[in-house]
């Protein structure tokens, strides 16, 4: 019997498969029973601290209860550290959540989003689902943020103007000064939304966090954070906005479902915020890990992006699925990018210092 056919909506046919990358179990066959180094998805492999493994624990004993609509003790604790007000904080189920919330709540058919490339997929894939027009603003021909194009879109007036600081892939920034130009550039009709889902490795003077500006800033204004990253809880799925704009958190609610943030993150995400011990400590092992790695890499004569993220975007010269796929068989995981311009780099997440030893002896065999 012949499958039903169905038709999905116009602007679903343009949007490819999310490269999600593949799991442990994908891999162990071929791995040879070799420890298995997954430095595709920069996740923090040192995990949550204890006391947040007791608030998931204690969360998942009440199954049979609803979570908390609102989120109301983890908003508490975010607005403290933030200093954003309650009011203007919106909970998600993971910060990819927030995006997809985001565009469906704010996106009209021929809205252009204006976003940096090459960039998270997701920001341009929920912009295009809506029937919007992305405008890409590339790296310039030495890999670095083309700040003047990037200015010259922001003073018109598009829908929305969605970039990741620090980016993902490439792990570039906007210094202090970028993101002020920025902000002062941005069109009092458009809705500035920055990525900051790395914030916590972005360490330095020359990084600020647009949550610094959030007060000030008299045009809207959205931050995305996620707790997938430097917290340790990618397979619990939260993340968070803030923003100087009672409009943009009041739409997002009516779009997001009522409980979208289940109990166990909820409790976990709080308990994180509240302890960051083991956080810090993971932050600074990657920072250092990122070092050492950049400068071994560029001593093998391969292209290293500077990054502030906990990942290195680098330009191995050949095909970046091939090795990708040779890397397999030393028991190693990375991402390779496939957006167009940039199929020759590999994304590669900064893991424990086994894993690190693990991928930089595989590359150096397989290249």
């Keep these: ?28 066959a071929r791995a040879g029973g070799r420890r298995i180094a997954k430095l595709a998805s920069n996740e923090n492999p040192h995990g949550p601290n204890e006391a947040t493994k007791k608030a998931m624990a204690d969360a998942i004993s009440r199954p049979f209860l609803y979570p908390d609509p609102s ?63 992305v405008t890409r603003i590339g790296l310039t021909s030495e890999f670095s943020i083309d700040t003047p194009a990037l200015l ?53 003077p020359d990084f600020a ?28 799925r939260i993340g968070y906005g803030i923003s100087n704009s009672d409009d943009v958190i009041r739409a997002m609610n009516l779009v997001r479902t009522p409980f979208n943030v289940n109990a166990v993150a909820q409790a976990a995400a709080l308990a994180a915020m509240t302890r960051t011990d083991a956080m810090d400590q993971a932050v600074a ?31 191995c010269g050949q095909p970046s699925i091939e090795v990708a796929d040779r890397l397999i068989d030393h028991g190693v995981v990375v991402k390779p990018w496939k957006q167009e311009g940039y199929e020759t780099f590999i994304r590669v997440s900064v893991g424990l210092t086994w894993e690190n030893d693990q991928f930089l002896e595989a590359l150096s065999r397989v290249l």
């Excluded at 019997?1 to 891999?27: C, H, Q, W």
């Excluded at 103007?161 to 210094?175: E, F, R, V």
């Excluded at 890499?297 to 502030?308: E, H, I």
Aim: aromatic letters at 6%.
């Design 285 to 315: 092992h990657t920072l250092k890990e990122r070092a050492r790695m950049a400068e071994t890499l560029t001593g093998m004569g391969l292209r290293v992006l500077p990054s502030k993220g906990n990942f290195l975007f680098v330009d």
């Design 209 to 236: 966090s647009a949550a610094t500006r959030l007060e000030s800033h008299d045009k809207p204004l959205l931050i995305l954070r996620t707790f997938s990253k430097a917290y340790g809880l990618a397979a619990l």
């Design 71 to 133: 989120g109301r003790a983890l908003v508490d604790e975010i607005a403290a550290q933030t200093g954003a007000e309650k009011s203007r904080i919106v909970l998600g189920d993971g910060s990819e959540d927030l995006l997809n919330v985001l565009a469906r709540a704010s996106l009209n058919a021929g809205d252009e989003v204006v976003t940096l490339f090459p960039s998270f997929p997701l920001h341009e894939d929920y912009a295009i689902m809506m029937g919007a027009e």
């Design 1 to 28: 019997m012949r499958p039903p056919r169905f038709s999905a909506r116009s602007e679903i046919a343009a949007l490819k498969p999310y490269n999600s990358g593949l799991t442990l179990d994908d891999v162990a």
């Design 152 to 204: 010259k879109a922001a003073a018109r007036p598009v829908r929305l103007i969605l970039i990741a600081n620090p980016m993902n892939p490439a792990g570039l920034w906007l210094t202090p000064k970028d993101l002020d130009a920025l902000l002062d550039a941005q069109h009092p009709d458009s809705l500035l939304c920055l990525d900051e889902a790395y914030v916590e490795y972005a360490a330095g």
